[in-house]
């Protein structure tokens, strides 16, 4: 495996992004994560502060009205604010998710129709594929797609979907071709206020509480023909190409997380005082932020070397989308369960961030793909000669 650095080392403007979003969220962001957390809610306050900076959906291309950030900036935008609130770095991260499909494969009319809005912060963008019976197996899912006229009805639900209720506009994956499998899949925009639609409650979770997680659900639900993104039948395929490019995001979300709560257990054992003396002066605990460190710095590489990929569309991106969220977000994990015991009794309370980091961490090791699936996938490239 080769990799070019000149082609994805940070540049001044990346310098500057990172900058201008850490800002925002020390002051728009962060003061909001704990209450976000403590009652579920989407933190509308957090939406409007990267809404006014366009770091909301910051990959939205220019012609379409939005940033035209790169996928290691985009990356950079996630990952600064999972530094301070994990539930917010779901609405750029979550945004792009589900435009993705747009931009790989829409025509143009339907780019046209549904990425400004997106771009303006008029509207969020999330993303439909998981089904109570269909997760890892995706090609299992039942929801059907029957054309109708000029149209198609769809019927069903989809599972685990981050932002429902509060999106707009849902990229949904519904079968309508039953006798193709994995070719009979194909790809749909549904608006919120399409008949037939609705979403479910709200799921309870242990963390990314301020990111709304709810079904959707399809009782004869009607859509005009001219909503589907690509070609008929190329749903699924369509749907794993998104996935490469949108699992370098969670890394950056994970890495976020991570040197979030690294900055904050280094902070906390310079000043607790243990046997007369600050806790940072004791080689065990220097020895454990050597390590998270250590950690937390190698997966931002393997992240912005995905990005890179991403960026290029380069063959080996789903190998290494695959490695930077599998190897981030195991980093994450163990990054903020350090940093739980670094604080000890007091990092079991809310009264700290670090047990909210902990149990946000989590998810990343789960959603766009578990870990485990994202061994299968490295293995499978790697076997394939892809790397």
Request: glycine share 8%.
């Amino acid at each position: 495996m080769s990799a070019d650095f000149d082609l994805y080392k940070l540049t001044d403007e990346h310098g500057a992004i990172r900058d201008a979003v850490r800002d925002v969220c020390a002051t728009k962001v962060a003061p909001h994560a704990a209450e976000a957390d403590e009652n579920a809610e989407f933190p509308k306050a957090s939406y409007d502060a990267l809404r006014a900076t366009d770091f909301h959906a910051p990959h939205i291309p220019e012609q379409y009205g939005g940033a035209g950030a790169d996928a290691l900036a985009t990356c950079i935008v996630i990952e600064e604010v999972a530094r301070v609130c994990a539930s917010s770095s779901l609405i750029p991260a979550v945004n792009k998710l589900g435009t993705m499909p747009l931009l790989l494969a829409a025509a143009d009319d339907v780019k046209d129709r549904y990425l400004p809005p997106v771009a303006s912060g008029e509207a969020m963008f999330s993303y439909g594929l998981s089904e109570r019976e269909a997760g890892s197996d995706t090609a299992s899912m039942k929801t059907r797609a029957v054309p109708d006229g000029d149209g198609w009805v769809l019927t069903g639900q989809k599972s685990w979907i981050t932002n429902a209720g509060v999106s707009k506009y849902y990229t949904v994956m519904a079968v309508t071709d039953p006798e193709a499998g994995t070719r009979g899949i194909s790809a749909f925009v549904v608006h919120d206020d399409d008949d037939g639609f609705s979403v479910g409650a709200l799921e309870r979770k242990l963390g990314i509480k301020g990111s709304p997680t709810r079904e959707l659900l399809f009782d004869k639900c009607r859509i005009p023909g001219d909503r589907m993104v690509g070609e008929p039948g190329e749903g699924l395929k369509l749907a794993l190409r998104t996935l490469d490019h949108t699992r370098v995001t969670i890394g950056a979300q994970a890495v976020g997380i991570a040197d979030g709560a690294l900055a904050a257990a280094t902070d906390y054992v310079k000043e607790r005082q243990q046997f007369g003396k600050p806790i940072s002066d004791f080689q065990g605990v220097q020895f454990m932020l050597a390590d998270m460190a250590m950690k937390v710095e190698a997966a931002r590489q393997m992240v912005y070397r995905a990005a890179a990929a991403s960026e290029r569309n380069e063959p080996n991106l789903p190998f290494l989308g695959a490695a930077a969220k599998c190897f981030a977000s195991d980093v994450a994990m163990e990054v903020t369960t350090d940093a739980v015991q670094l604080f000890g009794g007091y990092g079991y309370t809310r009264d700290y961030p670090v047990e909210r980091m902990m149990r946000d961490a989590k998810i990343t090791q789960i959603y766009e793909g578990t870990n485990q699936i994202q061994r299968l996938v490295m293995a499978r490239q790697l076997l394939k000669g892809n790397v």
